[in-house]
């Protein structure tokens, strides 16, 4: 699946580009690869973090949504693209999990890419479908022990953090609810609305919405605190899952070998990009954190999280697929 957008205006006016007059880098336009589809929130985070790219360094960003196999078709068309700093990823955490979830990866998440960035991070909500009568944590595990094929969990994808969460949630919960794959963040959501799937753990920008419209039903939100966004829904703890948090991150990567002074300034721009006001404002009334940090800072944060999501993996006896 494959959809391209020229940021800008709504008339298809491109920014002015000075780099363009000065040769070097950038000299031509950047292409922002999605390997999801648009509406969700990897593809949303990736469009604000290639709008600042565009602001910031003053060359047309086309963003384009290369969507199959779990987001292995546009990350390996990334690398593909060669290391020359023209084509990079727009992703999540789910990223640099590939090759823990999935069997056969033709490339390396963490060897073969170099962070540019982190951009934000966003917490997860657990939702289920309004059609069931159970109201809390505890009633929908006992119902699910019960009755275990009336009960399934839709996931984005594997190795997204709603997929780890839901992991998290059997093994802590002992429930063992049948998880089930989907293409993206919205046909999943829409079939755990229509009653299709009974539950999902996704991020607060595409489930909040839809609970407040009475679309899903919340039942808690993995933060420490309650979100001054929904300040009814409960925290993971409130409903029983006590230490219950977990986060969805994104970012920006390029093929490792791009030359450093090109990943200076992608990481330079952003890092500038995330910090504005308006853009921390944005991102906080949709639930979101901005981050801005080094490429060093990106890269050991990344080890600890990949070390942290490969040991909940082992705990629960999760199989690559």
């Given amino acids: 699946m494959r959809r391209r957008h020229l940021l800008g205006g709504a008339a298809g006016t491109l920014l002015a580009t000075p780099a363009l ?3 070097g880098f950038p000299a031509r336009n950047i292409r922002m690869i999605v390997p999801y ?3 969700g929130a990897t593809d949303a985070m990736s469009r604000l973090a290639a709008q600042k790219i565009q602001e910031k360094l003053g060359v047309t960003v086309v963003v384009e949504n290369r969507s199959g196999a779990n987001g292995q078709v546009g990350s390996q068309a990334v690398l593909q693209a060669g290391a020359d700093g023209y084509t990079i990823l727009g992703s999540a955490s789910i990223h640099v999990m590939a090759r823990s979830v999935m069997r056969n990866v033709p490339y390396d998440p963490v060897a073969d ?26 009633e929908i595990v006992a119902a699910a022990k019960a009755e275990p094929a009336r009960w399934s969990f839709a996931t984005s994808s594997l190795g997204s953090a709603g997929h780890l969460g839901t992991i998290e949630f059997n093994r802590v919960t002992g429930a063992n609810i049948e998880i089930v794959g989907y293409r993206g963040t ?3 959501l829409t079939d755990v609305a229509a009653g299709n799937a009974q539950l999902m753990f996704d991020p607060v920008l595409a489930t909040l ?9 919340g039942l808690g939100i993995a933060t420490a605190a309650r979100t001054p966004l929904a300040p009814d829904l409960p925290t993971m703890a409130e409903a029983g899952l006590p230490g219950f948090e977990f ?11 791009v030359p450093a002074e090109i ?6 721009a952003l890092v500038e990009g995330m910090r504005e006001p308006a853009v921390v404002e944005r991102l906080t009334g949709l639930g979101f954190e901005a981050v ?5 800072e990106a890269e050991r944060f990344i080890a600890a999280d990949v070390a942290r999501n490969a040991e909940l993996l082992r705990l629960a006896n999760f199989q690559p697929e």
């Fill in 37 to 39: 589809p648009p509406g």
């Fill in 21 to 23: 007059a000065q040769g």
């Fill in 263 to 268: 990943v200076a300034r992608y990481n330079a």
């Fill in 292 to 296: 801005a940090e080094s490429v060093p």
């Fill in 209 to 217: 919405p839809m609970v407040r419209g009475g679309q899903l039903r």
């Fill in 113 to 138: 890419f170099v962070p540019l960035a982190r951009t934000a991070r966003g917490p997860l909500v657990l939702v289920m479908s309004p059609q069931r009568p159970q109201r809390t944590i505890p």
């Fill in 186 to 188: 919205a046909p999943a």
């Fill in 247 to 257: 986060y969805s991150w994104y970012g920006v990567w390029a093929p490792r070998g």
